[in-house]
C-alpha cells in the first residue's frame, strides 16, 4: 500500500444534542394542576459521599469537589422546589421555551449550560459554507429563559444525588477563573447530549474534524478556505493540489450527505469563479459502513441520493469500514476484507455519538442502570432509581419498554374473557387497547384490526408462528395457526406467547434526534405545567407517558434539491423538495429573529454568493 504524508490536522471534540428539526409543538396553555403523591419512602440514591463527575479519568481539583465546604454555595431564594436544567440544547431549550411564565412561577427554575446559546443544528452544514452566517442560527440563552428563571454560564463538573448538590464551574476555555460554586437542587433535569464517538479508531481524534457545534462549522470552513488557497500557489504541485482538494466524509447519514452536499455547491456555484484552474483537483467522497447513504430513510431515497451525488460526480465508498486515520490519510477495509488508503485533505468525522461521561458517571450510582449509552427513565422521563429526583431528555435518555412477552400470563387471563382457555380476534383486538398504556408497542398494532386489517393481522401472524416452525421451536398448535385470522379464529396461549414475542422483536429505542429532543422537551414543560412536580412525588396515573410522533424525515442533497421520507404520504424528492425543506427550516428556527436571520441568509446567497473569506 502507498504510503500517505502530509500535514497534521488539530481537532478538538465537542457535544451536539441531535440531527434534525421537529415542528411539533405542544401547547402550554394553564391547566388545572393536578396533585401528586408522595413516595412512602424518601429518595436516596447510591453510596453516602459517592459523588457524580464529569471529569474524564481525572480527579477534580479542591474547587470543583462538592464536598468542599469552602465553596459558594447558590442558596435557595423562595420554597418553591428548584428545578436545576443541565444543558441548553433542544431538550432543554424546548422545554425552557415550551413552560408557560404562569408555571415558572410555581418552581426556582435555574439553567445551567457552559453554552450560553441555543444552537439550530440541521443548518449546520450550511454554515460550514458559508450559505447561513453562524448568528442567523443561535439564539442566546438568556432570550429564552427571561421571565421564567435564571441561567448561569457553567459546567456542571460534579453532582452529590446524597445531598441533591452539584458543583458548576465557569468555563476554563473562557479564559477566566474557573469560579466554582454549589447548586442545591430539588429536581434535576439532565440534557447534557452526547459526545462524539471514535469507536476506538486509531488517529480519529488527531486528525479529523468533527461536525457536533458551532465551533467545528468554523473550523471547516476556515479549512476549506485554507486549501484552495494553499492549492492556488504557483510552485504546488498537480499531486500536492490533489490531496488538499479531497475532501473526505465518514458517515452516509443526514449529516454526511448534507455536508457533501453544501460543499458541492461551495464549490461549484462560487470556488468555480474563483479558482477555475483548481476544479480539476476537487473531490468529494462519502465513506460508509452500509451498501447505501440514508439508511434510516426510504430507500427509494437512498437510490435518488446516491444518483444524484454520482450526477455531480461526489464519490461513495460504501462497505467500507474505516480501520486507522492518520495525517492526511485513512485506511478502510472493503466487504471482502481489502484494505485500501484514501488520501485527504480535509476529513470529517460524521458518524457515531457516545455516552456523555456525566451520564457515564451517574450510571455507577442509581440503581438499575447500565444502557451502554443513556440513562434509563420511564414513560415520564423519570431516571430510573432516582425516586422522582432526576428526569432525563434526549441524546442522555433512553425511554424503557415494558416487553409483553414477560407479562404473557397476566396479559393472557386479562384477554380471556369468557375463561375457555383460548383468544378470539374479538378478545385480541380488546386486549391490545386495553393494554397499549402498559405496553405502547401495541399501539400499532390495532391499525391491523378492522375489515381490511385482519386480513394484515393474520399474515403478520402466519409469518411469526411459520418462523417459529422454521427453527423447530413450534407445537401442534401454533403449526395449526398459518392462514389468514377471521372472526372464528381462536389462539390459544402458546400462540399468543409466540405472538407477544414478534410484537416485541419490533421494539426499538428512539432515534438519537433534534425531533426527539424538542418533542421530549415539551412533553416535560407540559407535565411540569400539569402538575406541580416535588422531590418524593408520585405522577398521578391518569398523566399520559411520553409518545414520540415522527413528523418526518428531511436532507439536503444539492443543486437545491432535498428529499423528504414522511409519514403517509411516503418519499418526496426534487426541486420541490428542496423548496420545502428550506421553507421548513426557516419556519422552524426557535425564535422570529433566527427565521428572519436565515431567510435573509438564503436571499444573500442567492444574490451575492458565499462569502470565502478567512476570518
Known sequence: MPRCSGSRIQTRQHIRAGVLGGAHR?????????????????????????????????????????????LPQYKPKTAKPRVVVLGSGWGAASFMKSISEEASKNYELILVSPRNYFLYTPLLPAVATGTMEERSIVEPVRNIVQGKG????????????????????????????????????????VAVGSVNNTFGIKGVDENCFYFKSIGDASKLRRRISESFERAALPHCSSEERNRLLSFVLVGGGPTGVEVAAE???MIND????????????????????????????????????????????????LNSKVESVSPNCLTIKGKSGELRDIEFGTCVWATGIAKNPLIEELQQVVPGQSHFRSIITDGHLRVKGSEGSMFALG??????????????????????????????????RGIMSEASKEFPQ??????????????????????????????????????????DLKETDVLTKAEFADLLAKIDKGLRALPATAQVARQQGEFLADLFSRTKIEPGCEIPEDMETF????????????????????????????????????????????????????????LRTKLFGRDISRV
Request: with cysteine; aromatic share 10%.
Open 26 to 70: 405542544i401547547a402550554s396553555n394553564p391547566r388545572k394542576q393536578l396533585k401528586c403523591t408522595r413516595f412512602t419512602q424518601p429518595p436516596t440514591i447510591g453510596r453516602r459521599n459517592h459523588v457524580i463527575r464529569a471529569a474524564l479519568a481525572e480527579k477534580p481539583s479542591p474547587a470543583e469537589d462538592v464536598t468542599n465546604p469552602n
Open 150 to 189: 435564571d441561567y448561569f454560564e457553567a459546567v456542571c463538573q460534579a453532582v452529590d444525588p446524597e445531598t441533591k448538590t452539584l458543583v458548576a464551574c465557569f468555563p476554563k476555555d473562557a479564559g477566566l477563573d474557573a469560579a466554582c460554586f454549589k447548586v442545591p437542587y430539588d429536581i434535576l433535569v
Open 263 to 265: 460543499l458541492y455547491d
Open 270 to 317: 462560487d470556488l468555480s469563479r474563483l479558482y477555475p484552474d483548481l476544479m480539476q483537483y476537487a473531490n468529494i467522497t462519502i465513506i460508509d459502513l452500509l451498501d447505501h447513504v440514508l439508511s434510516a430513510y426510504d430507500r427509494r431515497i437512498s437510490d435518488y441520493t446516491r444518483t444524484q451525488f454520482q450526477r455531480v460526480g461526489i464519490k461513495l465508498v
Open 395 to 428: 441524546d442522555a435518555a433512553t425511554i424503557n419498554q415494558n416487553r409483553a412477552l414477560e407479562y404473557v400470563d397476566e396479559l393472557f387471563e386479562r384477554a380471556d374473557k369468557n375463561k375457555n382457555g383460548e383468544l378470539s380476534l374479538p378478545e385480541l
Open 442 to 483: 401495541f399501539r400499532e398494532y390495532e391499525l391491523f384490526f378492522g375489515s381490511q386489517g385482519s386480513r394484515r393481522f393474520g399474515n403478520m401472524v402466519r409469518e411469526a408462528f411459520q418462523q417459529v416452525r422454521k427453527n423447530g421451536n413450534s407445537n401442534d398448535e401454533a403449526s395449526a395457526v398459518v392462514g
Open 547 to 602: 409518545q414520540y410522533s415522527h413528523k418526518g424525515s428531511l436532507a439536503y442533497v444539492g443543486t437545491d434539491k432535498a428529499v423528504m421520507d414522511l409519514p403517509v404520504i411516503g418519499p418526496l424528492w426534487g426541486f420541490g423538495a428542496g423548496l420545502v425543506w428550506k421553507s421548513f427550516e426557516t419556519y422552524s428556527q426557535i425564535s422570529s429573529r433566527n427565521q428572519l436571520l436565515v431567510a435573509l441568509d438564503w
